[in-house]
Nanobody, 124 residues
Framework: QVQLVESGGGLVQAGGSLRLSCAAS????????MAWFRQAPGKEREFVAA????????YYADSVKGRFTISRDKAKNALYLQMNSLKPEDTAIYYC?????????????????WGQGTQVTVSS
């Protein structure tokens, strides 16, 4: 059973930085795609960034490109999201997700496993 546990959220001022972590366990993730999604109050969940666990190729939503960096540490089975130049509109619950599905884009394909989420609040 795959388990994903996020941490690192908090309150930060606009322009500040946060680093989210996701501890992954339960199996080998060599064939997995890992991603971060977020959901703001009253809005639908949206794709933020994804990475291929094996090769480390990365993909970003246009809204975070150049400000956020997704990475993974294979030895620690950990996924990260470095968030810089944060804006109030980045305020949301951030979720870590994993999938082996190949259909569709990394933003749209079904993700099979989700963490419980971590709150990020950016004050203006």
């Amino acid at each position: 059973q795959v388990q994903l546990v996020e941490s690192g959220g908090g309150l930060v001022q606009a322009g500040g930085s946060l680093r989210l972590s996701c501890a992954a366990s339960g199996r080998s993730f060599g064939a997995y795609f890992m991603a971060w999604f977020r959901q703001a109050p009253g809005k639908e969940r949206e794709f933020v960034a994804a990475i291929t666990w094996s090769g480390g190729s990365t993909y970003y939503a246009d809204s975070v490109k150049g400000r956020f960096t997704i990475s993974r540490d294979k030895a620690k089975n950990a996924l990260y999201l470095q968030m810089n130049s944060l804006k109030p509109e980045d305020t949301a619950i951030y979720y870590c997700a994993a999938t082996q599905n190949y259909g569709g884009t990394l933003a749209s394909r079904p993700y099979d496993y989700w963490g419980q989420g971590t709150q990020v609040t950016v004050s203006s």
